[in-house]
């Protein structure tokens, strides 16, 4: 009995340690299993961790491409889309010259009347360029609706004066280099147009006495650099009656002349042989001294010119002006005071343009010099 109780303890015992041999078969298989859940776990969140950061890269990789590429897109088409905006040069442009000190109210009316072109001088003692910053910002106008234009006037150049300059380093010292005085005066007209870029700037000499050709080349280099960051938009010059020395500097410049702007006068053959050269070289003609020079008394009271301006309904002056437009392809330079004649201006030159025959252009031609019948366009 002792012996079968002793039996059972022992028997009790090894159960209680070991237990059930299929209880522990199942604890484990259910260790496995759990083990192996819980590392299929940790592979699937590894996964998927693996996956989101493939997807977020891939995403900033596509954003940025995306973003970059229509960045791109955008600039340039916002480049095209200013450069489209500007203002072209004029028609007609409004000349600042010996205006004094109603620079900048004449300015004002001028652009109120319909005058987009204006034509100023730095370093030149007839000019005050102040006067036409002052003028321009007194109006409505955007600045990228207006042509501003201005000279580059060496100290050689007989118009040469500093009164309008007001920035430092003024007035100039008598030694700084030609490339020294191009910087100086471009920095001055900017400050004085209170504008960040200028349309055009003219090497300017004075009637026919040209600056050296060694000279103007050298100006003209450091005015392209201006030209490349684009402060400058377009570069021309002014009183060149010599047609090898257009040719040349059209030849020998990275950035072509855009504009040449001469006298209309008659010792200088009204430029005739030389306006078909103007056109083969893409150059504007501009013109001054339309009616203060030899061509002016002929013009003012003419019987002929006054018949066809009646006829016209338009003054002596306007209709000549129209003549340089419309039959010879240039662009006059125009000085008006008052608002009346300002008006009239704009309204016969721009806004209803005067229309012409064959006939009146030859007999206003040959009142003024027949030669210039061969310029007509």
């Known amino acids: 009995m002792a012996s079968s109780l002793s039996l ?8 209680s340690d070991s237990g059930d041999p299929n209880n522990k078969s199942k604890t484990h ?20 961790r693996k996956y989101c950061m493939f997807c977020l890269l891939s995403s900033i990789v596509l954003m940025f491409f995306f973003f970059s590429t229509n960045l791109s897109v955008t600039h340039d088409e916002v480049d095209s889309e200013v450069s ?4 072209p040069m004029g028609t007609i442009v409004y000349g600042a010259k010996s205006k004094g000190n109603d620079t900048d109210k004449l300015v004002a009316q001028a652009i109120n009347a319909g005058f987009r072109h204006i034509a100023t001088g730095g370093f030149h003692f007839e000019y005050n360029e102040p006067g036409v910053g002052i003028g321009w910002k007194e109006t409505d106008v955007p600045r990228n609706e207006l042509y501003l234009q201005t000279l580059f006037v060496a100290k050689s150049v007989n118009n040469y004066g500093v009164q309008n300059c007001k920035i430092e380093g003024c007035p100039p010292s008598p030694d700084l280099s030609i490339e020294e005085q191009v910087h100086l005066s471009i920095k001055s007209s900017l400050h004085n147009l209170q504008t960040t870029y200028i349309d055009s700037v003219l090497v300017h000499n ?21 030209v490349d960051r684009g402060i400058i938009r377009h570069l021309g010059i002014v009183s060149v009656h010599d047609r090898d020395y257009l040719i040349k500097l059209h030849n020998e410049t990275r950035v072509k002349p855009s504009i040449i702007q001469n006298r209309f006068h008659g010792n200088r053959g009204y430029d005739v042989e030389l306006r078909p050269l103007f056109k083969d070289l893409d150059m504007s003609n501009q013109l001054f001294w339309i009616l203060t020079g030899s061509a002016g008394g002929k013009v003012r009271n003419n019987n002929v010119i006054t018949e066809i301006a009646q006829r016209q309904g338009v003054s002596n002056q306007v209709l000549f002006y129209s003549f340089i437009i419309v039959c010879l392809g240039g662009t006059p330079l125009i000085g008006s005071k008052t608002a009346q004649h300002l008006e009239e201006d704009v309204t016969s030159l721009l806004r209803k343009p005067l229309i012409w025959n064959d006939e009146d252009f030859e007999a206003v031609a040959t009142v003024i010099n027949k030669n210039l019948i061969k310029n007509k366009l």
Request: glycine share 4%; net charge positive; charged share 35%.
């Open 8 to 15: 059972r303890s022992r028997q009790g015992v090894l159960n």
């Open 29 to 48: 298989v259910e260790n496995i299993s759990d083990v192996s859940e819980d590392k299929q776990k940790r592979k699937t969140g590894s996964f998927i």
């Open 84 to 87: 489209k905006k500007l203002a």
């Open 206 to 226: 004075f009637r026919a006495k040209l600056q050296k050709y060694e000279d103007t080349i050298t100006a003209w280099k450091v005015l392209e650099s201006y």
